[in-house]
């Protein structure tokens, strides 16, 4: 190629890079939540620039878009949600102003419940006509799934691929730490089972059920909600059942969303009054809970501390 070609062709790699998906310097990478950062930074590293939309302590179905956010999903050559209905204003955003190589069906577009986790609660015909018109409402199932250890380790797999597709310069670098995080992953769901024995037997409730995939970690379930339907505030023949339900359970606990606000604080009141002792709990990684580990440990801690196991 002559001199003159070259810079041609250097000139408009430059002009038209950011509108054909073209990477060039760190690889831009946009999520919704600070968890899909957390593991996006964890696999990506030094290669990587991650930028969390939300900080963890939102409800991250009804953000509303600002033109900050817009900026960064503009200059983003990767996109990562949550999926399941859960962060749908993510792949919107994404549609309107991301790049070609961040809409959805491209390679630099994750949604994360599409990687081969399991899930929970899926939703027949049948059960989402009943809930037809209510909130958080999800037909694909339980959208918390990367409470689950097993779940994360798919997470982690498929954001090696997808920076691998996008990168792939760097494909030996994710590798590398795709095989560190899986290790620390597989230890942590070592040392979170070792809890099994004390915490499976529990009868657990929900205000909002967030929490399936965090108790399959030790092999519990949730037997009940306190809301009536998803988003829904109990009535009073709902409340009565939750309570009659309770007496009859010598070892229970209420989870409750520690960022949730005082919109939980009736609920909590009644069924401590009901005697159900209560465990603050969070779904995200946040400041105060940098690492995925941490932020599992300290949920299980709570449940302990609230059951009254050390």
């Known amino acids: 190629m002559n001199p003159v070609a070259g810079r041609v062709m250097v000139g408009a790699l430059l002009v038209l890079g950011p509108m054909l998906g073209v990477v060039t310097g760190a690889i831009q990478v946009v999520t919704s939540t600070p968890t899909l950062a957390y593991f996006a930074t964890a696999i990506g590293g030094d290669r990587v ?11 991250p179905h009804g953000v509303m878009p600002k ?11 990767v996109v990562v949600v949550s999926g399941m209905a859960l962060d749908p204003w993510l792949t919107d955003l994404a549609k309107r102003v991301g790049k070609r190589g961040v809409q959805p069906g ?5 949604d994360l419940s599409a990687s081969g986790i399991q899930k929970k609660g899926q939703l027949s015909p ?18 918390h799934y990367w409470l689950s250890i097993d779940n994360a380790q798919q997470m982690v797999t498929a954001l090696t691929r997808t920076l691998s597709t996008v990168d792939p310069d760097g494909t030996a670098y994710y590798v590398a730490r795709q095989q560190v995080v899986r290790t620390q992953l597989t ?12 915490l499976a037997p529990i009868s657990y409730w929900v205000v909002h059920d967030a929490w399936a995939y965090l108790l399959a970690n030790v092999g519990a379930t949730v037997v009940g909600s306190v809301e009536e339907a998803p988003g829904i505030s109990p009535g009073p023949v709902h409340l009565k059942w939750v309570f009659d339900q ?30 159900c002792p209560v465990a603050y709990v969070s779904q995200s ?11 599992i440990d300290y949920n299980m801690g709570q449940i302990r501390r609230a059951v009254g196991q050390p």
Do not use: I
């Open 126 to 143: 049948a059960e989402l006509a009943q809930l037809k018109g209510y909130e958080h409402v999800h037909p694909e199932g339980n959208p």
């Open 106 to 110: 491209q390679s630099g577009y994750l």
């Open 67 to 77: 033109p900050s956010m817009m900026a960064k999903v503009r200059q983003a050559d």
């Open 246 to 275: 309770m007496k009859t359970q010598p070892r229970k606990v209420l989870l409750v969303d520690q960022n949730g606000g005082s919109r939980y604080d009736g609920y909590v009141k009644k069924v401590t009054e009901a005697g």
């Open 49 to 59: 620039q991650v930028s969390s939309l939300t900080s963890g302590k939102e409800d």
């Open 187 to 198: 230890q942590l769901k070592q040392r979170v089972a070792q809890s099994t024995r004390v």
């Open 285 to 295: 990684v946040t400041p105060a809970l940098a690492t995925y580990e941490q932020l």
